[in-house]
């Protein structure tokens, strides 16, 4: 059955806390512990002499309430002995200098010695815990991130990566065009990480993709080799490890291949934004989780309290938060909701950091509502086979995030945004959809939304011009077609490869950045921003035409007949009225029914099983609404999650 969870580091606290501790969380109904992600130096004190004496205690002490745990392995914060004697297994910065210790995550994933110490460590404590009951997965690290790492392995293992990919410097050369400012290597030894201070935006777009793709290529290796040698000493272990959106992101579906499931750190807004276009719904994120592996996953780190330390603190989760944010997870897929933290950090790097047990010691306000939170999930027996099942899928791309991030395209433009507008859009109109790999298999979806397809796979055009040929209804948008593999421009008109499937082609087009333009669609008025295309139809019919500049009355959003399926093509980006209207016509086309009346932020989700169906109507708004679905009528109060449950057949 789904259920609720917190992370714990029986290692901040005093013993005498911990029976204490164990015994509130089973009065709450908490089922599951994370536990030791942080603890290398109480796990090793020093080198190759390992205590298990205080884990033993705590992990007994979850056990005998039936609480369930998650192990880590902690090799996020190597202890400062392994640093001072292993100085290689510290990160380099860009100015080829050891990132000085004392804060976490500043271990490289490429080092020897850190794969060794680490090997040992995994394997000893892998082998301590393999019969123990109570530990039912484990978390490898924490948050991993695709960083950059200019050490010395790490600049060998990236010139290795090149040369491996093209077999030869001219090769190299013309992938990335390094004629140009006179950048040709003439030796494997001029191929280094981009050092120095200057702004990665002046770097050659083509080689920075490929230093990112190194870059993640180390955390999934990283990854593998942890989960190998647990797999080494615990053949069926559940492994997973709680991954977040960050600036280096790894690629999900890369990196999440070895495990068996996703977890996913998830921390929404505690302030709701003043400007109503203001995307905010977490709802994109949970759905982006559950696409990586089209399976239900976890949430390893739930918003619990007051977040801030490193920053000031941000305002207090407000009533409704803590309770809706949990169900609205559940609703997407979450079959555990874990939440950061059990009490807020008083001493060390994290303070402020607020839990559910404020640094008074005192259960809080929060805590209340997070019992509330178990009671309600305890009642609602959803079992973890209660999947979610759509017939839209919107696509994601790691490499289309970073070539993106590498060059933004115009001001404001942002891959993520891009993605969430559809996803909003969608959701409006009560429909739930699945975000998933361009790799992913398209059957079984009526709708594939493909926005900005920038680097180009040929295998990717392919299967979408397969899935549109046998009848599917996909939507292309601006910045389609631009690249090929290698980062560079492809030489025909835009979207390139994609246009004999949406009949029309980029004439010309304006990067109007945060500078809006009015559109008209179907008689209405939209403002559009960031980018416009301004597209010559070749097939297609105009579904929109810009109403303001030189190229008013020039199509910018289109329809086109391929094969026996449709293919929508949107040359603009728009506020958040115009992706719900233009939705509106993909659902028609594609023959799916959507609620036209659904207030502004009340999501519908279905899980279901092939017995039952639990229907979440979540209110992410902070005031109370009124919502009529299928003929009946609810008052949610703000962040509510009403949950419907029924039999099928
Ligand atoms: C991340 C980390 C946690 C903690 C929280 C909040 O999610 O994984 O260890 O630092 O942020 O600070
Ligand atoms: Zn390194």
């Known amino acids: 059955m789904v259920n609720i969870g917190v992370d714990y580091y029986p290692e901040h606290w005093d013993e005498s806390l911990w029976e204490k501790d164990a015994e509130l969380m089973k009065t709450a109904g908490v089922k599951t512990v994370r536990i030791a992600e942080f603890a290398w130096c109480r796990i090793e004190p020093r080198e190759n002499e390992f205590d298990f004496g205080w884990l033993d205690k705590a992990v007994k002490i979850f056990a005998e309430r039936d609480i369930d745990v998650v192990l880590c392995t902690p090799t996020n914060c190597p202890p400062l002995w392994l640093y001072e004697k292993y100085p290689d297994s510290l990160q380099w910065t860009r100015d080829s200098k050891p990132i000085a210790t004392g804060i976490r995550g500043h271990r490289c994933y490429n080092s020897p010695s850190l794969r060794r110490l680490s090997e040992r460590v995994i394997v000893k404590l892998a082998e301590h815990y393999k019969d123990e009951p109570a530990v039912i997965a484990w978390q490898i690290d924490n948050e991993l991130d695709a960083v950059h790492c200019c050490c010395p392995t790490c600049t060998e293992k990236f010139r290795n990566f090149v040369m491996s990919k093209y077999g030869s410097l001219p090769e190299v050369n013309s992938a990335y065009g390094n004629v140009v400012w006179s950048g040709e290597y003439s030796s494997e030894t001029q191929i280094i990480p981009p050092l ?3 702004e990665l935006a002046w770097y050659n777009p083509a080689y920075m993709l490929d230093w990112f793709r190194f870059c993640k290529e180390s955390v999934n290796d990283f990854v593998r ?7 080494s000493v615990i053949p069926d272990a559940k492994i997973t490890t709680n991954t977040w959106l960050c600036d280096k992101t790894p690629d999900f579906h890369e990196m999440f291949k070895p495990l068996d499931f996703v977890s996913y750190d998830n921390y929404p807004q505690t302030k709701l934004p003043d400007d109503p276009e203001e995307l905010y719904s977490h709802a994109f994120h949970l759905d982006l989780m559950r696409g990586i592996k089209r399976k239900n996953f976890w949430i390893m780190e739930q918003l619990s309290g007051v977040q801030g330390c490193w920053m000031p603190m941000l305002t207090t989760p407000k009533p409704g938060m803590i309770k809706g944010y949990s169900m609205q997870a559940i609703a997407h897929g979450a079959d555990k909701v874990i939440h950061f933290r059990w009490r807020s950090a008083a001493k060390g790097a994290e303070m402020f950091w607020h839990g559910l047990i404020d640094q008074s010691n005192k259960p809080s306000r929060r805590f209340g509502e997070f019992t509330e939170l178990c009671a309600e999930v305890r009642r609602l027996e959803i079992p973890e086979n209660a999947v979610v099942n759509n017939k839209v899928a919107i696509l994601y791309s790691s490499e289309q995030e970073s070539a993106l991030q590498i060059q933004p395209q115009t001001n404001g433009f942002h891959y993520y945004n891009q993605l969430k507008s559809f996803h909003d859009g969608l959701t409006a109109l009560g429909i739930g959809c699945d975000i998933i790999s361009e790799k992913a298999d398209f059957s079984g979806y009526r709708v594939v939304i493909a926005p900005t397809l920038f680097i180009t796979d040929e295998n990717v055009s392919k299967r979408l011009h397969r899935f549109t040929e046998k009848g599917g209804v996909c939507v292309i948008t601006n910045r389609s077609g631009v690249k090929d593999d290698n980062n560079g421009c492809i030489m025909s008109p835009l979207p390139t490869v994609y246009s004999d499937m949406t009949g029309c082609k980029v004439a ?67 506020e958040r009225k115009f992706y719900k209207d233009l939705m509106k016509q993909v659902l028609s086309t594609a023959g799916i029914e959507y609620v036209d009346d659904l207030p502004q932020n009340v999501e519908i989700t279905v899980r279901e099983t092939n017995e039952e169906k639990f229907t979440f109507i979540f209110n992410n708004n902070g005031e109370q609404i009124g919502v009529e679905y299928c003929g009946e009528n609810f008052i949610l109060m703000p962040f509510e999650c009403r949950v419907l449950k029924s039999r099928k057949g």
């Open 196 to 198: 120095g201070s200057y």
């Open 508 to 574: 010309e087009f304006d990067a109007v950045g945060r500078d809006s333009v009015k559109i008209k669609m179907g008689g209405s008025d939209y403002r559009v921003s960031q980018w416009c295309d301004i597209l010559e139809l070749c097939g297609a019919e105009s579904l929109a035409e810009y109403a303001e500049r030189f190229y008013a009355g020039l199509p910018c959003v289109t329809r086109n007949s391929f094969g026996e399926g449709i293919c929508y093509y949107a040359g603009t980006i728009g």
């Open 225 to 231: 080799f942890q989960a190998d040698l647990i797999r």
